[in-house]
């Protein structure tokens, strides 16, 4: 069986778990492609990756022969209706609406030249959106994989992605009663989020009691990561708590300018260090010789975290988390058992979580211990486990 994801930038989002994702498949001897809906301008190609192209001579030439046949994506209904509706709905994206819409019948086609068998896609975005339109068109059916109730689509549009779906799967029970309720949709299922299999061999490291202790977060860098509030919150930190504390923030985005801002007007520089991207193995090393993972996740416009992939591996890794009750969080940590809790978007409450959490360190192995059997437990079935028997009953019901 082929598999094709079609997401809206890859690898730039959520490389982590889809990564994962297609390892798992492919150790089960699927194969898989992924088509990007962005171009790939200056990154690195990866290896069954295709990309959009910038070329509207492409486009134009694949317009006209889909036009002639009757089967260009402008020419149906639904497609157009989608369109005006994604618009409407958000016209500060008008541009990328435009270029998926100029760019459709060429994406068409390398979706048609892969001739897989079933389409993946994630979130209720855009991507999401295209993806259907795609599998709609040529007539194959399509796997809908929902992390959070965050969406910029229209409840149209929602609702057509949904009720297209052939299958639907949730990486939380917080995701999958948004589905539920919201569409009355019961075909989705929760499979937990996909973890990579090389992050195993990665031993925790004991540190020296007198070493600083050491904080980290990793993340894109967005306002619904709430890296500003977790800022605050270390400002508030008496002197003396601060000399032997340092945090370390890694990711990507138009808010690092913001954050170091931020860091300068609290006196943080020997505190607070905001690092570039790594790749994902050494992201795992580093959270493995870190105290403790702070999750300060909330909830922003409408986009907000589902249970994001770092939690899982920290538990895995044997990292105690601190993390914020927002999305599905609530449901892989369980407060003063499996990590920390604390309410979002309030750097007071963080800070005096932040201290009641530093100064019972002694109790940790405790919670980690817990949160590394919840985790092999709940994360021991992974989506191609899951999946499999779904896309063979679907397809033979296509058949």
Request: hydrophobic fraction near 40%; charge should be positive.
């Amino acid at each position: 069986m082929k598999l094709l994801y079609i997401l809206s930038d890859y690898p730039t989002f959520s490389e982590t778990f889809i990564r994962a994702e297609i390892e798992q498949w492919r150790d089960k001897g699927y194969e898989v492609s992924v088509i990007s809906l962005k171009p790939r301008i200056t990154r690195k190609r990866l290896h069954g990756v295709i990309y959009n192209s910038l070329n509207p001579l492409i486009w134009l030439t694949y317009f006209i022969v889909s036009a002639v046949r009757g089967k260009s994506a402008l020419q149906s209904r639904v497609f157009r209706r989608n369109l005006i509706q994604g618009i409407v709905k958000n016209p500060s994206n008008l541009f990328t609406w435009l270029y998926f819409a100029c760019s459709a019948d060429y994406l068409i086609q390398l979706a048609q030249d892969e001739q897989a068998d079933y389409i993946l896609a994630h979130f209720l975005f855009k991507g999401s959106l295209f993806a259907s339109l795609i599998g709609d068109k040529i007539g194959t059916p399509y796997h809908l994989r929902v992390h959070t109730s965050s969406t910029n689509l229209s409840f149209k549009q929602q609702e057509f992605l949904v009720n297209n779906a052939t299958s639907i799967s949730a990486i939380s029970r917080n995701s999958a009663s948004f589905i539920r309720d919201r569409f009355q949709d019961n075909k989705v299922i929760v499979v937990r989020q996909s973890l990579l299999p090389r992050l195993k061999p990665i031993v925790r490291h004991e540190r020296n009691i007198e070493e600083r202790i050491k904080l980290i977060c990793a993340g894109r860098f967005a306002r619904e990561k709430g890296f500003e509030e977790l800022i605050l919150a270390i400002g508030l930190i008496d002197k003396t708590t601060l000399k032997n504390l340092e945090l370390n923030i890694y990711g990507e985005g138009h808010l690092r300018g913001e954050y170091q801002h931020l860091i300068e007007s609290l006196e943080l520089q020997q505190n607070i260090f905001v690092h570039e991207k790594i790749d994902h193995h050494t992201l795992m090393n580093h959270i493995a010789d870190s105290d403790l993972l702070v999750v300060p996740s909330k909830k922003y416009k409408t986009h907000v975290d589902g249970i994001p992939t770092v939690i899982p591996e920290a538990m895995m890794l044997g990292t105690p988390v601190l993390a914020t009750k927002v999305g599905g969080i609530s449901e892989i940590i369980q407060d003063n058992e499996t990590g920390f809790l604390v309410n979002t978007n309030a750097p007071g409450e963080l800070h005096e979580a932040l201290i009641t959490v530093l100064r019972n360190k002694s109790s940790w192995h405790l919670v980690t211990d817990k949160a590394r059997l919840k985790v092999i437990r709940e994360y021991d079935l992974n989506l191609s486990d899951c999946s499999e028997q779904i896309f063979i009953q679907d397809l033979h019901a296509k058949n």
